[in-house]
């Protein structure tokens, strides 16, 4: 490799390198984090609202008025919206992961980003409709 | 022919001859790679299969704002033999997510790896030990347990 060729990789990684800086908004490191709190944050939440339906007869529980006065009550609506907004952001980032893995193209990278993105606000915004409009803005 | 020509062709050869490529089911196999790939593929499957479950669920709950009927109508979808099925397998799923997920946050902190040493045959990786591979059967039994309980408080409806 002549001198000159190896000016152009070094200027080629300098300019892909500040090309990837200007919309890059996590570091992979940052990323892996937020996937391992989400995970271990989930675990809990998941607990209690499992540990919920188990508190009376499992059939019982599932009965329209006992889910909607659980959904009044504002804690657990609350509740609700952290497990729909944690495990959507860690099911969806463990989905990318596996996507990532099976191909590693700038436009592929590009177009899972931007899939699992979308997906995540989607699955956010349609729970959180639900949780909305069963509180019917209650705090009691 | 210089050398680095002699090792491009030997390349490209290597590259055209894939009879010896095992595909998904040498990816597949734990014979070959131990359990630690069993671990591996099954985190991903159970995370690929907890997602859908979990886009199922945020749907069918959605029914509870368009009345009881629709609600009841959900639910007679999921309180059949099948739908209990189903759900003992995503407890089950979930649970080994679970498990195996907490070990692998450890091994990637750097626990229960054991320490380097030199390669020694049969250069076996301390990496590849008890603790973790006892990590694994752990996820395995409690998710087998937490599907015998499931199964017992959906079938007796308790």
Do not use: C
């Not at chain 2, 894939?18 to 499957?45: C, H, K, M």
């Not at chain 2, 009345?67 to 009841?72: H, I, L, M, N």
């Amino acid at each position: 490799m002549t001198s000159s060729d190896s000016k152009n990789n070094i200027n080629k990684n300098r300019q892909t390198t500040r090309w990837f800086s200007n919309i890059t908004i996590l570091r992979e490191s940052q990323i892996t984090k937020i996937h391992y709190i989400t995970g271990v944050s989930a675990l809990f939440v998941v607990a209690i609202h499992i540990l919920m339906r188990l508190i009376m007869p499992f059939n019982m529980s599932l009965e329209f008025e006992n889910v909607i006065l659980n959904y009044k009550n504002i804690f657990y609506a609350l509740l609700l919206e952290s497990i729909l907004v944690l495990i959507a952001i860690h099911g969806f980032n463990g989905l990318r992961v596996i996507l990532l893995e099976i191909r590693q193209t700038l436009i592929w990278e590009k177009a899972v980003n931007i899939l699992v993105i979308v997906a995540m606000i989607g699955i956010i915004a349609y729970g959180t409709r639900t949780i909305i409009i069963a509180n019917g803005f209650s705090v009691g | 022919m210089t050398s680095t020509t002699s090792a491009k062709r030997i390349d490209d050869n290597n590259k055209n001859d894939r009879t010896n490529r095992a595909g998904i089911r040498g990816w597949l196999n734990p014979i070959i790679y131990g359990w630690e790939r069993v671990s591996y593929w099954f985190q991903r499957l159970t995370g690929i299969f907890l997602l859908v479950y979990f886009i199922g669920h945020v749907y069918e709950t959605s029914s509870l704002v368009s009345g009881p009927d629709a609600w009841a109508a959900m639910l007679e979808m999921t309180q059949t033999v099948g739908g209990h099925l189903f759900l003992i397998l995503v407890i089950g799923a979930s649970t080994f997510h679970t498990i195996n997920g907490i070990r692998l946050i450890f091994t990637q902190a750097g626990q229960g790896l054991g320490k380097p040493g030199r390669p020694d045959y049969p250069y076996d990786p301390t990496s590849v030990n008890n603790k973790q591979r006892s990590g694994l059967w752990i996820a395995f039994i409690l998710a087998a347990v937490a599907m015998l309980y499931g199964a017992n408080v959906l079938f007796s409806g308790e």
